[in-house]
Each structure stands twice: as C-alpha cells, then as structure tokens.
C-alpha cells in the first residue's frame, strides 16, 4: 500500500459531494475546476484509500410514520462486555447509530420509532433483555434542528495523509 496526499481539490470535492452525493461528477467538475475524469479517478482513490467508506440517502423518518428518535444511554455491567453488547445492539433494526463514550455511559445510541409504544417495546423487550446492559436512560428528542456534514474548507490550505 502506497500513501496517497490528499489536497485542497480533494478537499473541495468532498465538500461539494458530501452536501449531495448525487451531484453529477460533471457539475462537481466544473466548480473545481478539473475534468469530470479526474473527479473521478480521485474519488476511487479516495475510495481506495478508506476516506469514503459509502454514500447514503438522507430520509425524511416522520414521512414514514417513524414519529420518534431517542437518545439512549447505556450502563454496562463491565467494560469488557462492550464487544458482546455491541454486537447485540447491532441486531436491532431500530439503532440508527452506536458511539462508545466516555462519562457516564459506556454507549451511547439513536433510536427511531414509529411511536412511544414501540419505543417501549424496543426497549423492553429488545434492549435491556441483552445480557452486560446494567441499565438504560433514554432522552427523546422533540426536534431536530441541526443535521450537516463536517464543513471541509477550512482544511483546504493543510495537507493531509491517507493510505491507498
């Protein structure tokens, strides 16, 4: 494996697509001010070398009849079982996201539900049944306001190392 620089034209390549991965790499191309080819080749690279592990659709949950998204703080009986819970955790089509953390919880999760009922049920009879979870504490969110990616452009002007 080979090191691969990432410079400011990737960098703006990223800012451009992560705003929306469905922008044609013409259009990206253009702002940039390079050939779609060559958005091309370094998006693989970039690919290649682990930066971009996927791109993803944001959905709308509430148009679905997915009405709450919960925060949940999970107390492990042992750090030690973190692996074994986490693995558990995964299995539930609910969990949107899985952060390991520091403070009070060992993990913290989002959760969506159609409503309070399920949320109760994904709780009840799906997370705190696996075994190391000591106990839980779950935040609802009444809205979200903020969602966006990591605005890039101030790392235009320092290179950064990737491996290929």
């Avoid at 690279?45 to 682990?50: D, Q, T, Y």
């Avoid at 993803?56 to 679905?64: P, Q």
Wanted: charged share 25%.
């Amino acid at each position: 494996m080979e090191d691969y620089e990432f410079d400011n034209v990737d960098f703006e390549i990223l800012n451009i697509l992560q705003k929306n991965a469905k922008k044609p790499y013409t259009e990206v191309a253009a702002k940039v001010n390079v050939s779609p080819g060559t958005v091309h080749v370094r998006m693989r690279k970039m690919e290649a070398a682990g930066l971009i592990r996927n791109a993803t659709l944001e959905i709308d949950h509430t148009r679905l009849g997915y009405d709450i998204s919960a925060f949940l703080g999970i107390y492990l009986e042992k750090s030690s079982l973190y692996d074994e819970v986490v693995e558990a955790l995964m299995g539930i089509p609910e969990i949107v996201n899985l952060h390991y953390t520091t403070g009070s919880y060992s993990i913290f999760a989002r959760i969506v539900c159609r409503d309070t009922q399920h949320l109760r049920n994904v709780l009840h009879d799906g997370i705190q049944k696996i075994e190391g979870i000591d106990r839980t504490e779950t935040f609802i969110s009444l809205e979200e306001r903020l969602n966006r990616p990591v605005n890039l452009s101030h790392t235009t002007n320092t290179k950064s190392k990737g491996t290929k």
